[in-house]
Nanobody, 126 residues
């Protein structure tokens, strides 16, 4: 079964940074657009960032624009979400999801994504 695997979550203080990684289990990410989503307790899941299969198209939610950076290294088979200047409101479970598409576009809506990881907890607290 195709399933991406997230890593890198943890507990940090406000203003600090974390790097999340998404790596597949036994298949290549090359042919998938990748999205990062998050869900906080009592809130709906929201799209955080996405990157197209070729890597040339990226999008960010307004709430993370300028603080988060998504990138991919198809040779290393990894997509990374660099999160800087973290705020308490960034606390959530973060999920990596895959969209089976090689088009030069990606989406922050969850509907196109057919494969989801188990999630990794990010907690920002002093």
């Amino acid at each position: 079964q195709l399933r991406p695997v997230e890593s890198g979550g943890g507990l940090v203080q406000p203003g600090e940074s974390l790097t999340l990684s998404c790596a597949p289990s036994g298949f290549s990410l090359r042919f998938y657009a990748v999205g990062w989503f998050r869900q906080a307790p009592g809130k709906e899941r929201e799209g955080v960032s996405c990157i197209s299969s070729p890597g040339g198209s990226v999008h960010y939610a307004d709430s993370v624009q300028g603080r988060f950076t998504i990138s991919r290294d198809n040779a290393k088979n990894t997509v990374t979400l660099q999160m800087n200047s973290l705020k308490p409101e960034d606390t959530a479970v973060y999920y990596c999801a895959l969209h089976d598409s090689v088009e030069p576009m990606c989406f922050l809506g969850s509907r196109p994504y057919g494969y989801w990881g188990q999630g990794t907890q990010v907690t920002v607290s002093s």
